[in-house]
């Protein structure tokens, strides 16, 4: 149940409060001892970081811990958000004015 729960929580909308709950959720399943509920909990607070950047020094030290870990599921997922992450930012910098 826990996985389906960190899977849905980005897709649905929002009150800044209960957003607030669903990262708290998120966040404390990112410890979680099943390895596919920290990988989606992962992935979820990482779409939440997208839209809110205050997110993104917590997401980076779970990905460093995923980093670490042993498990071939956990490096997978953590090199899949740190590639959406960097293709977010991407999409997000502001345009360089033309030299000249």
């Given at each position: 149940m826990r996985l389906q729960i960190a899977r849905a929580l980005p897709l649905l909308r929002w009150t800044p409060a209960e957003?607030?709950?669903a990262v708290a959720v998120l966040l404390g399943y990112a410890t979680h001892p099943q390895k596919f509920v920290k990988a989606w909990s992962m992935d979820s607070l990482s779409r939440f970081a997208t839209q809110d950047t205050?997110?993104?020094p917590?997401?980076?030290g779970l990905l460093e811990d995923f980093e670490r870990s042993a498990?071939?599921?956990l490096l997978?997922?953590?090199r899949q958000i740190r590639q959406r992450l960097r293709t977010a930012a991407a999409t997000m910098a502001p345009p360089v004015?033309?030299?000249g």
């Open positions: 957003r607030k709950r205050s997110l993104l917590v997401v980076e498990s071939p599921a997978s997922r953590a004015p033309p030299s």
